[in-house]
Structure formats: structure tokens, C-alpha cells
């Protein structure tokens, strides 16, 4: 078993729809959770952070923890054209600098 | 503020030859870690250099080794290589000393041949 599980995709929407990418993780212990988007060619960047259960909102993007069931989401409201990347889900299990990523969910939101 | 500095950006090597690769950090910054990303595996962790020590190390062979300076640039390197080595070498930085965001290089795309 992976330590980040995600959907490889692609994930299509229509522009101004909102995009829900889902990410599960196998380590409890796991305290810092992470969404980078990487456009294709690129590096990775960071778009959210989330520590404590719940919802995180920032801008148009909002990521959700739960850790009693293992699950971190990430929506995107009013999705754009600009927002078609590949979406990675990491995990800091240890507090350590030693991070797990999904394999990615490549969004694509269509004009 | 400069981000992270990768080089080179792309080189081609054979088999069995060796490679070094060099990584900047962000000005401050004292944590580098490495990546290895490949269509097939995603990004997977090498890893990390804190004040001159490695404080994590992911599970790749001994054929993948790293290091650190006193100003926080790191290199890794990469001895025999093998076909499968092709890969986009991350590196990143960050100025937590734990659970700090990563901030990526451009990466440097390395093909064995």
C-alpha cells in the first residue's frame, strides 16, 4: 500500500465549476498535510497547507482534513482554464522533512 | 528574494557513468532535500540535508548519495547509472526546520542512455 493514494485522473470540469481532488493517506500519525500543483514542464508549488481537522479556505481553493478517516480534499471553486494542472497530495508523517506524495490528479477545466 | 537554484537543467549520460548535481536554496534557508520524479513512480523522496547532516534518507540504493556545505548548496550524486535513473531531480528547500513547505527548483532532467 501506498502512503498517499490518489486518483491519476483526468479530472474534467467546465470553467467557473468546482473541482473536488481527493487524497488518502495510510500513516496516523501523520500531522502535516499538503496540495503543490505542478503544470506540465514545471516544478511543483505549494497552494495549501492544512495541520488541524476541518476546512481550510484560501482564495478560491479550500482544502478539508479528516484524520479520524484519513482523507485531505482539495476544492477549487470557479474553476479556470489557468487552474488545468496536475494536483500532488503530500504528507509529513513525522514532522520531519520527509515527505510522501501521491502520484498526482491532473485536473483539466475546459472553456 | 532568489528561489532554488538547480544545475545543470538537463544532461545526458551512458550507463555507468556518474553525475552530480547541485542544488541553491533560498537565501536562509538551512533544510535541502532531493527528489526523484518519474511518470511512473511520482515524486519520491532521496533526501535531506539539515545544517551539514543528512537527517532522512529515502529508499534508493547507495548508488544515490548526497552532501552539504556550510552555506546550505547541496549536490547529490548519482554513480553507475542505469537506464532507470532517467528521471526530473528535485530539489527543494525549506526554512523550517520541521514540517516546513517546500519550495522546488526547476529541477535538473537527467537521461541515461
Known amino acids: 500500500q501506498k502512503e498517499v493514494e490518489q486518483n491519476s485522473g483526468p479530472l474534467s470540469v467546465p470553467e467557473g465549476a468546482i473541482a473536488s481532488l481527493n487524497c488518502t493517506y495510510s500513516?496516523?500519525?501523520?500531522?502535516?498535510f499538503f496540495w503543490y500543483r505542478q503544470y506540465s514542464g514545471k516544478s511543483p508549488e505549494l497552494i495549501m497547507s492544512?495541520?488541524?481537522?476541518g476546512d481550510k479556505e484560501d482564495g478560491r481553493f479550500t482544502a478539508q482534513l479528516n484524520k479520524a478517516s484519513q482523507y485531505v480534499s482539495l476544492l477549487i471553486r470557479d474553476s479556470q482554464p489557468s487552474d488545468s494542472a496536475t494536483y500532488l497530495c503530500?504528507?509529513?508523517?513525522?514532522?520531519?522533512?520527509?515527505?510522501?506524495f501521491g502520484s498526482g490528479t491532473k485536473l483539466n477545466v475546459k472553456p | 528574494k532568489a528561489g532554488v537554484t538547480q544545475t545543470p537543467r538537463y544532461l545526458i549520460k551512458t550507463r555507468g557513468q556518474q553525475v552530480t548535481l547541485s542544488c541553491s536554496p533560498i537565501?536562509?534557508?538551512?533544510?535541502v532535500s532531493w527528489y526523484q520524479q518519474t511518470p511512473g513512480q511520482g515524486l519520491q523522496f532521496l533526501f535531506e540535508y539539515f545544517s551539514e547532516t543528512q537527517r532522512n534518507k529515502g529508499n534508493f540504493p547507495g548508488r544515490f548519495s548526497g552532501r552539504q556545505f556550510s552555506n546550505s548548496r547541496s549536490e547529490m550524486n548519482v554513480s553507475t547509472l542505469e537506464l532507470g535513473d532517467s528521471a526530473l531531480y528535485l530539489c527543494?528547500?525549506?526554512?523550517?526546520?520541521?514540517?516546513?513547505?517546500?519550495?522546488f527548483g526547476e529541477g535538473s532532467r537527467l537521461t541515461v542512455l
Open positions: 500513516d496516523r500519525v501523520s500531522q502535516s
Open positions: 503530500a504528507v509529513n508523517p513525522y514532522n520531519f522533512n520527509k515527505f510522501y
Open positions: 492544512i495541520y488541524s481537522n
Open positions: 537565501s536562509g534557508h538551512r533544510s
Open positions: 527543494a528547500s525549506t526554512g523550517q526546520a520541521n514540517t516546513g513547505e517546500l519550495f
